[in-house]
């Protein structure tokens, strides 16, 4: 059941999250062995792909900086940066493939980016809390696209995929509005 708070900071959320540690740990290594599992497959049928673990991953809606960026910014561990820069830079992602899991009011989240003449194939699995999406999900249906931003911690840009589709991600929009405790001008 969706939870409203007065503030991200609220007792009551951190006792959800606390009551729920063991359930968000399991699905957030339930993303990872399924990420892993289709990038497995992916290799099976001779694409290359990198499987990216975010660090974090945050919802941007337009009103949240000085500039109009939104989509899901996912953090990419340095480990990864060269990789997933070079991934971004060779490839035209024609295809996404949107795996998720909505647990607590988080949301596990695995996003194949697929360039079928390249053969290759990027995964990213991040998650993020539903209570701060409500201004993504606005965005993206009313644009009717989406975009998947990766950078590293120091905020270094890697790239930036577009998706045609926002459905992929937000299949039911009123669940994520559901959770919103944020003030928009955008209701």
Known sequence: MPHHAESPDDVDRKEVVADHSEELKTNWQRALEDMQAMADDREDQGYETLAVPAGDTTTLSPSMGDDDTWGLSHVVPDNFAEE?????????????????LESGGFVFVVTECIDHDEELVLFVAGSYDMRFSAGLVRTAVERDEMYTHLRTLDGTDLGTVRHDDPADFFPEPEQFYAYDITESDER
Do not use: L
């Not at 820069?85 to 949107?98: A, L, P, W």
């Open 84 to 100: 997933v820069e070079t991934y971004v830079e060779r490839s035209d992602f024609e295809e996404t493939g949107v795996y998720q």
